[in-house]
C-alpha cells in the first residue's frame, strides 16, 4: 500500500524566510503533485512533476522531485503571508487498472508578519 | 477552462434522510470523475472512481450501498448519502479528468460541506 508522508505537519514562518516542505512516498510513482488548499475551499493545482530531476517554479514557489529517493520537497522563499495555507503533496498509483492520487496529510503553513 | 462545479456547496440534513450532491464539468467533458471526503484538519481520501456509463469503483471500506454513486453523462457524476448519520458530516470533493485530454489533469470542485443533524 502506498504511504505519503509529509513534513513537517505544521509550519509557522515569518515573512521574509524561507522554507521546505517534504514529501516522501514509499512505493513508484509517474507522477506527483502539490496542491494548496485555503481554508473550506477546494483544492488548487500548484504543480505536477513527471520525471526524475523536475524542477518546476512560480513565483515564491518552487517543486522538485527525486523519483530514486521517492522525494519531492517544496521551496518557498521569501515568503509573504499570502502563502498561509495548507499544501498537500499527492502520488498517483494504478490500482486495477485504474490510476487513483493518494495525499499525504498536509503540511499547515501560516506566514506572520 | 476546465472548470468542475459542485452544487450545492453547502447542506444540513436530518440523520436518517439522503442528499444528493452533484458535481459537473462545464467546459469539458469527463470519462471519469473522483469523489473525496475530507474530515476537519485532515486530508482526502478517496471514495470511489466513477467512469461514465458504467459502476462506480469505490476503495476499500467505502459501502456502495451507502454512498450511491450516477455518472450517467460525460459532464454530470452524483454522489447520494443514503440514510444520512452525523458521523457522515464531511467535506465532499469531486475531480474530473479531461476525457481524451491529458491524462496529467484532474481538476477539482469547490466542495461541498455536509452537515448531519
Known amino acids: 500500500e502506498l504511504k505519503v508522508e509529509q513534513n513537517p505537519l505544521f509550519l509557522s514562518m515569518q515573512e521574509g524566510k524561507n522554507y521546505t516542505i517534504y514529501c516522501n512516498y514509499s512505493?513508484?510513482?509517474?507522477?506527483l503533485y502539490w496542491y494548496r488548499q485555503d481554508p473550506g475551499k477546494s483544492l488548487e493545482s500548484l504543480f505536477v512533476l513527471l520525471s526524475n530531476g523536475a524542477v518546476k517554479q512560480e513565483g515564491r514557489l518552487m517543486a522538485s522531485l527525486d523519483t530514486k529517493a521517492r522525494l519531492s520537497t517544496l521551496h518557498i522563499t521569501a515568503a509573504v503571508h499570502d502563502l498561509s495555507a495548507t499544501y498537500f503533496c499527492?502520488?498517483?498509483?494504478?490500482?486495477?487498472?485504474?490510476?487513483?492520487?493518494?495525499f499525504g496529510k498536509g503540511t499547515k503553513l501560516t506566514v506572520n508578519p | 477552462g476546465a472548470v468542475v462545479s459542485q452544487h450545492p456547496s453547502r447542506v444540513i440534513c436530518k440523520s436518517g434522510t439522503s442528499v444528493k450532491i452533484e458535481c459537473r464539468s462545464l467546459d469539458f467533458q469527463a470519462t471519469t470523475m473522483f469523489w473525496y471526503r475530507q474530515f476537519p484538519k485532515q486530508s482526502l481520501m478517496l471514495m470511489a472512481t466513477?467512469?461514465?456509463?458504467?459502476?462506480?469503483?469505490?476503495e476499500q471500506g467505502v459501502e456502495k450501498d451507502k454512498f450511491l454513486i450516477n455518472h450517467a453523462s460525460l459532464t454530470l457524476s452524483t454522489l447520494t448519502v443514503t440514510s444520512a448519520h452525523p458521523e457522515d458530516s464531511s467535506f465532499y470533493i469531486c475531480s474530473a479528468r479531461v476525457a481524451g485530454g491529458s491524462r496529467y489533469e484532474q481538476y477539482f470542485g469547490p466542495g461541498t460541506r455536509l452537515t448531519v443533524t
Open positions: 512505493t513508484t510513482s509517474d507522477r
Open positions: 466513477s467512469n461514465e456509463g458504467s459502476k462506480a469503483t469505490y
Open positions: 499527492a502520488v498517483v498509483i494504478t490500482q486495477g487498472g485504474s490510476e487513483k492520487l493518494v
